[in-house]
């Protein structure tokens, strides 16, 4: 995304945050959860939610199901593996901003082999053991110790709070091709970023199909439910805590026996 | 959208469909054989994976022979009057003692609805049991990971147990660092919240269930 579009995002965000709070509840507990949720927005956030499911249903999910049948498996992977090559630059910039040396060397590693036997397209890497991660500047905060903030419906873009959305602006400067796009005298240059954007999310809810909408189907709330799994997959993801030999903190569940988190310490929140 | 709901609707959906479908491939590291009770927790894991196999994978079963064994499975494996009281938050205090009883009885339904088809399509995904470790306040963690078809990475599955007069049950099941049981608590209170109350989930779910056992019938 260019910068002045990033920017008006962000005054749109800003503007509307105005205009709708939710009221806090007065029981104690209640109060608990409405603090845990962090949804102030909360009537703002699910007007975006329904406009984001209107465009799901009638742009995304049909082009994503459009994509699936069209493109053999072998090159929706390469469109994926593609896509994350790409992204590598904002990848170690944040391994490294996080201290995490070994995953910054997987990162670096990951880039070379792919790129030069696997053209960028295939990912001989994670043959060899060496599995993509992902880290963005939203992850990078959180390690510094910045709380997630209130949680925010992005229009297009989906769940994030106001710490993901400054990080997600932040990543477009550590993203070369936003450069190379702002120099570029040709006329597509400009929407490279959108172009990479749509592709990424076309791909991705592709791969997601069936799942997503057993969970639409079957959530009785299903707002409720993408906030909750958003606050959930954050938590996950900050603290890298997908590798199998590490002791995984379970997520604490404030229930009268159940107050305190076990193992490691979150690093946030 | 997508973005962020990226692995999880995967983690989530892949490891009920295989919901516990278990071996114990690897043998119990024995640093944790002095840990009290926990290599009975890992085992506890097991074995209800290894029965789930057995009576639920048959792809020839009728629909309602499946689905009856699952809940017996459920009743045995699971301790629903605290995951019930769990997921219903600052609610379940509200909640008089018909109300608990009647939403217990849907919730039951709702999971047996939900679940117990996904294992016809069972084709031999194991659950390696990784560790057993302590949780808080006199709970066990059984890990494990769940294997995948293809050069799909492995999903890693968390069960949270507890004992209830000397019996082992699940209380929670974490995917990939998403809980089954907070995701859950979270849909209800939001729901319970825009929409009045206790009553009004009892009523969303008596639907729901439904449709479910219709959708369950015709397919």
Redesign the interface.
Known sequence: MRRAAARGLLALMLAMTAAACATPPDDPDERAAYEEVNDPLEPMNRTIFEFNMFVDEFLLRPVAKAYEFIFPDLVRNSVRNFLRNLKTPVILANDLMQGEVERAGDTAGRFIFNTLIGAGLFDPASEAGVAYHEEDFGQTLAVWGVDGGPYLMLPFLGPSNLRDTGGFVADRFLQPTTYWAENSSRDWAEYSGLILGVTEAVDMRSRNYRQLEDLQETSLDFYATVRSLYRQQREALIENRQDADQPAPMPSMSFDSFLEEDGAVAASE | ??????????A???ALAGAAPLTLDRPLPTAFAAERSAPDAGAFITELGDKAIGALTDKSLEPDVRRERFRTLLNEGLDIDYVG??VL??YR?RADERQMEEFLGLLEDNIVQ?YAWRFRNYDGQQLDL??V?E???D?T?V?T?LEQAG?A??I?V?W?VHKKDGEFKVI?I?V????M???QR??????M??NGGVDA?ID??RK?NAA?AERYQNG
């Open positions: 959208m997508t973005r962020s709901l990226k692995a999880i609707g995967l989530l959906l892949t009281r769990f938050g600052a205090r939900n990784l560790n470790r949780g808080s306040r709970t963690i890990e990971e050069d990475p492995p890693r968390d949270r929670d974490v990939e660092g998403i809980s049981m907070v995701t979270d849909e209800y209170v939001g729901f919240r825009s989930l969303a779910l729901q479910l």
